[in-house]
């Protein structure tokens, strides 16, 4: 399982920006896609899920803000991040998950700041 995530950067408080992970060695459409994020001093939490039947789930702290997407004909999974707050500052990563298989990305750094 090879994934890749591109997206991360600087954004201004009440800003956008949008996490894409890139998949391949994998039928990414029987996968399970998140993302998590570790932010300085605190341990890895789940940020959101989607399905391979587009069933989502979100983390009460991203509700009504993030939305996670994903395109099985380009192998991407996508993380849309509105209204962001210096509390999202953290290095974001991709996770997929079939059938006792895991892969991790590399992470991406996304800080917002004023």
């Known amino acids: 399982v090879q994934l890749v995530e591109s997206g991360g950067g600087l954004v201004q408080p009440g800003g956008s920006l949008r996490l894409s992970c890139a998949a391949s060695g994998i039928i990414f459409s029987v996968y399970t896609m998140g993302w998590y994020r570790r932010a300085p001093g605190k341990q890895r939490e789940l940020v959101a899920t989607?399905?391979?039947?587009?069933?989502?789930d979100l983390a009460t702290s991203v509700k009504g803000r993030f939305t996670i997407s994903r395109d099985n004909a380009k192998n991407t999974v996508y993380l849309q991040m509105n209204s962001l707050k210096p509390e999202d500052t953290a290095v974001y990563y991709c996770?997929?998950?079939?059938?006792?298989?895991?892969?991790w990305g590399q992470g991406t750094q996304v800080t917002v700041s004023s």
């Open positions: 996770h997929a998950e079939f059938a006792g298989r895991i892969g």
């Open positions: 989607i399905t391979s039947v587009s069933n989502t």
